[in-house]
Every structure is written in structure tokens, then in C-alpha cells.
């Protein structure tokens, strides 16, 4: 299916993203649910690496309702529903305190990435653009 046939529904009436976002998460598919848009991309990789061990009942339930978007507002918010507690900071990238992650970081161009991990010393990221 492609990503124009998700956006519509019966008789071609688009479908808010939310209502997308909700039928992938119903199915299991996690690469559509990641496709609608680099946060909704940014949800799972940040779930494995905090250790979630959740149901799907929980992230359906959380979801914004009637939403032609899903930002990282939506996805703090989500979070948030889940019990993970966020905040905003600034930080220059040599600076990054290694107890932050993992964490969400928002490049000063909108691109999206999740740092996961320290190893050695590098940090092992999600690049939600690329979905890898």
C-alpha cells in the first residue's frame, strides 16, 4: 500500500494521521507507523532503549485524537500518557551528559535522532529520517 492509499479512505476521503498511525500500531506494522512522520518514526527506538515493556492498548490509547500530525510535541505528550517524564534543554553536542540518555534531540534544522547509548566513546543514534 502506498502512502497515498493510507492517507485515503473509503470513496478517497482522507484520513486524519492519527486514525494511520492508530490502524499500523493495530497491525503490528511498526515501518508505517514510523513512515507517517520523523516523531512518530522516533516513538519505538525511544521505547526499547527506556526499557518499555508495555502493551499496544496503552500507545493506542495515548495517541492524539482527530490529528492531521504527529510532532514531538505529540510524541512528548505520548511519553508523558506512558510515564516518562521530558523536558526541554539546550546542549552543544561535546556536551552531552551520558545520564540523558536515552533522549530526543531536535537539531537546529528540524531533523530528528534519538541517542541511545553510550559506546566507548561514541553514541549509538536513531536517525528519523533515514529510520536507521
Given at each position: ?10 470513496a ?16 503490528g ?16 527506538p525511544?521505547?526499547n ?20 500530525n ?51 566513546d ?11
Amino acid at each position: 500500500m502506498t502512502k497515498t492509499e493510507r492517507n485515503q479512505g473509503e470513496a478517497g476521503s482522507f484520513r486524519p494521521m492519527t486514525e494511520r498511525l492508530a490502524d499500523a500500531l493495530r497491525a503490528g506494522d511498526k515501518e508505517a507507523f514510523a513512515a507517517e512522520s520523523p516523531a512518530a518514526a522516533c516513538l519505538f527506538p525511544l521505547l526499547n532503549a527506556l526499557g518499555w515493556r508495555g502493551f499496544d492498548r496503552s500507545l493506542l490509547e495515548s495517541l492524539p485524537h482527530f490529528a492531521d500530525n504527529f510532532d514531538v510535541v505529540d510524541l512528548r505528550n505520548l511519553l508523558a500518557d506512558l510515564g516518562y517524564e521530558s523536558r526541554e534543554m539546550a546542549i552543544q553536542g561535546a556536551h552531552l551528559n551520558s545520564e540523558l540518555l536515552p533522549c530526543l534531540v531536535e537539531h537546529s534544522d528540524g531533523s530528528l535522532f534519538v541517542l541511545l547509548e553510550e559506546v566507548g566513546d561514541e553514541v549509538r543514534l536513531f536517525d528519523a529520517q533515514s529510520l536507521s
